[in-house]
């Protein structure tokens, strides 16, 4: 149980083009969802968090122009990268808050890899 | 959330327990201490989660002090497959990743 998945696993993209992923929770319903970003060799940090029906709530420093989450589901979160350059390239990963496992415990997406050229 | 502190790196054998420790001085009496993992290039696995008793599931054992000032999470037998970055977080509301320890098992 509790199972997240990412679509796509990979993407290439030319600079200037709009690339969106898809963060689903498999086998159950989640009212909220983060979206994290990971650098080479670096920790993740938390972009976004994003709540089913509302709009999602950005951490200072990421632009929301730029990266628009819609959570228009109980399963299903999206992240669009706008107008994407090289150094959005980065590694996208995504949470689902599990209700009910215990203080509300977060299972993660195996990840989105996306270079922009 | 409060602030985690972790070595940055570890070494363990092959079928030896690992134990990694973490330090969370300012903890709040509602938050909670998870632990995750990082195996490179896929998102982080949960392993464990407590409060305030020591916690135990098929992954690892979780050993919190009475102050709940720091943990220690406990892989009782290492694998290969082990090696990893782990990741103690003390929770509010959502999950922020410090630098966690880079575990490695060695045959």
């Known amino acids: 149980g509790a199972v997240v998945s990412q679509h796509p696993s990979w993407v290439i993209c030319k600079s200037g083009t709009s690339v969106k992923i898809e963060c689903r929770s498999l086998d159950f319903q989640a009212t909220t969802m983060f979206w994290y970003r990971q650098f080479p060799k670096q920790s993740l940090m938390l972009m976004a968090t994003s709540n089913e029906g509302s709009k999602a709530t950005y951490e200072q420093g990421v632009e929301k122009d730029k990266f628009l989450i819609n959570h228009a589901s109980l399963t299903l979160s999206t992240l669009t990268v706008t107008s994407a350059h090289p150094e959005d390239s980065s590694f996208y990963i995504c949470?689902?808050?599990?209700?009910?496992?215990?203080?509300?415990?977060?299972?993660f997406g195996p990840g989105t890899r996306l270079t922009v050229l | 959330d409060a602030k985690t502190t972790q070595p940055p790196s570890m070494d363990c054998a092959e079928g030896r327990a690992a134990n990694l420790p973490c330090n969370h001085s300012t903890i709040s009496g509602n938050e909670y201490v998870y632990w995750y993992r990082q195996i490179h290039s896929q998102g982080p696995q949960y392993i464990i989660h407590g409060l305030k008793n020591n916690e135990t599931n098929e992954m690892a054992s979780l050993i919190i002090t009475e102050d709940r000032k720091s943990s220690t999470l406990i892989l009782p037998h290492a694998t290969l497959r082990d090696t990893a970055v782990y990741y103690c977080i003390v929770r509010g509301n959502d999950m922020r990743f410090g630098a966690g320890t880079r575990l490695t098992v060695k045959p």
């Open positions: 949470s689902a808050r599990y209700p009910g496992g215990g203080r509300d415990t977060q299972y």
